[in-house]
Nanobody, 125 residues
Framework: QVQLVESGGGLVQAGGSLRVSCAAS????????MGWFRQAPGKEREFVAA????????YYSDSVKGRFTISRDTAKNMVYLQMNSLKAEDTAVYYC??????????????????WGQGTQVTVSS
């Protein structure tokens, strides 16, 4: 069993930066992938970024590529999402998620078994 707790959300002006964190408790095996998803009001949940626990390969949605950076600290069981050049359309609840097997559809929320409670990110224009 893995538990995920996000932190670091808040209010930031457009063009600014913010880092959200995800603390994972329980055993994270090398096969895991960790992901960030977001959901804005009235919209479907969307994939943001993912990282393989072993090796650190990263994957991004086109909407955040070049602006966001996902990273992990395997010693601390932490996952981070550094968000730069934030836009109003980045406003959403950001969720951390864990996929125990790094499935072939790593961008799809159904691949992820464990989810955090989410942290609100609001970007003012």
């Amino acid at each position: 069993q893995v538990q995920l707790v996000e932190s670091g959300g808040g209010l930031v002006q457009a063009g600014g930066s913010l880092r959200v964190s995800c603390a994972a408790s329980g055993r994270i095996f090398s096969s895991y992938a960790m992901g960030w998803f977001r959901q804005a009001p009235g919209k479907e949940r969307e994939f943001v970024a993912a990282i393989r626990w072993s090796g650190g390969n990263t994957y991004y949605s086109d909407s955040v590529k070049g602006r966001f950076t996902i990273s992990r600290d395997t010693a601390k069981n932490m996952v981070y999402l550094q968000m730069n050049s934030l836009k109003a359309e980045d406003t959403a609840v950001y969720y951390c998620a864990a996929d125990p097997t790094f499935g072939s559809r790593w961008w799809h929320g159904d691949e992820y078994v464990y989810w955090g409670q989410g942290t609100q990110v609001t970007v003012s224009s």
